[in-house]
């Protein structure tokens, strides 16, 4: 066929190697897939599922360019903080001309479904908040933030939250511990003229209170509706429980930790210093506080806005707020929300620049003023403003020891059913030890998902 030797062999060679290097690739996959096999079958050695699909996020946004933002985004906002962002909204805009943020604000009592059907049907935002105790249920909606943004601003405690084998999968956005808040007239009345510093105290400072005219509850303690179970939280890690054991693979409820802060809870109940009848309407431990009724109550940083709202600017003088009462330590749990870019974004770079921005100290001081939501950044809360503020500062000093709730996908289908078991013990249905056998059952049950 061919005039030449070489002419023959050359052809033949390049085939040869052809065949060889098509074995090679072959061979290669079969190994690579058989890796895969493997770390299905030994998931605990090569991450959780979370991890894997989100690594293969190949539209995660490397990095954020210094360029203005531009294009058109799309944002899920929840309650007073969805109300508060057009504001913010339109300065961004302002200093970057050629975006335009489209807003969609959300109750927090439904946002859950809105974003499962977003989830199923690929038709989330570009950015949305996300509520701490929903990330690992959503976290696979989520891209990870790009290399260049800057977290050192943000506590490691809030952070770590949010952070998933080293990726940030969501930023913090707000920090929401809880502190007691205390009339500190009514309190006087009873013989205290401070907070107390420890359970024992406590009980005694709510017994006391309890016998001054118009009172009717020394304490409020939520005893039954949505989340009730978690606002509880605080009172299990003050007393040094934790809700997962060390390695995040089984929830654990059934401690002597766990047990003994029920058991604080239900005697303040029958002994008659918390109702555990009381109203659980929306705002109704405010309503309570401000009217004299119920004199101590444990909540978060946007109570400081709302009590303005109900009792003046008079009432300002009438309550203080501190750092949790101790029984093992005063850990609180902290709530809050983180904002999230969605894998489905077409315009994460625009995204992360609005995220960036939201994150800038001197923004999240405006916001605070606008929503008294305690900042993420670090650098804000030492602005006077807040700084300066009395009521705040017990804030900024429990957000140093806080914990959320745990990363496990089926926290909040275990959560709905903590609820109901939660109202049986407060209101002495069941035993405290009965009703941390079911909810510990139910965990077993459930497992921690991913």
Known sequence: ???????????????????????????????GALASIACMISIGGCGRQSDSSSAQDNTALKSIDAKPAKGEITMWAMGAEGEAMPKFIKQFEQENPDVKIKLTTLPWSSYRE?????????????????????????????????????????????????????????????????????RTDIAQQAGW??????WDELKQMASDVRKVDGVSSGIYIGPAGTDSFQNYLFWAYSNGASIMNADYSKYTFDTPEFKGALEYTTDLFKTGIADPNVSIEAG??????????????????????ELKKLGGEDFNNKYATAVLPKSKSSTSFVGGANVAVWKNSKNKQAAWKYIQ?????????????????????????????????????????????????PYASTWPQLLAYSDKEFEHICKGTVTVDAGLADIQKQADSLGVGK
Request: hydrophobic share 45%; net charge positive; no cysteine.
């Open 1 to 31: 066929m061919f005039k030449r030797l070489s002419g023959v062999m050359e052809p033949a060679i390049s085939l040869i190697n052809l065949i060889k290097e098509v074995q090679m690739q072959v061979r290669m996959k079969a190994i």
């Open 193 to 198: 003229n401070r907070a107390p510093k420890t």
């Open 284 to 305: 109704a431990d405010l309503q309570q506080f401000v009217a004299g009724k119920i004199p101590i109550m444990f909540t978060s940083p946007y109570a400081l806005t």
């Open 357 to 405: 921005w939201f994150l800038k100290p001197e923004t999240q001081v405006e916001f605070y003023k606008a929503s008294s939501d305690l900042p993420a950044s670090t650098k804000a809360t030492q602005n006077k403003v807040l700084s300066d503020n009395p009521k705040m500062v017990p804030f900024l000093e429990q957000v140093k020891d806080v914990k959320s709730v």
């Open 114 to 182: 809105k974003f499962r059907t977003a989830v199923a049907s690929g038709t989330g935002p570009d950015i949305s908040m996300a509520g701490n105790a929903d990330l690992a249920a959503f976290s696979d909606a989520f891209s990870p933030a790009p290399s260049n943004f800057d977290l050192t601003d943000i506590p490691m405690s809030l952070r770590k939250i949010s952070n998933v084998n080293g990726r940030q999968i969501a930023i913090p956005f707000y920090a929401d511990p809880r502190v007691m808040f205390y």
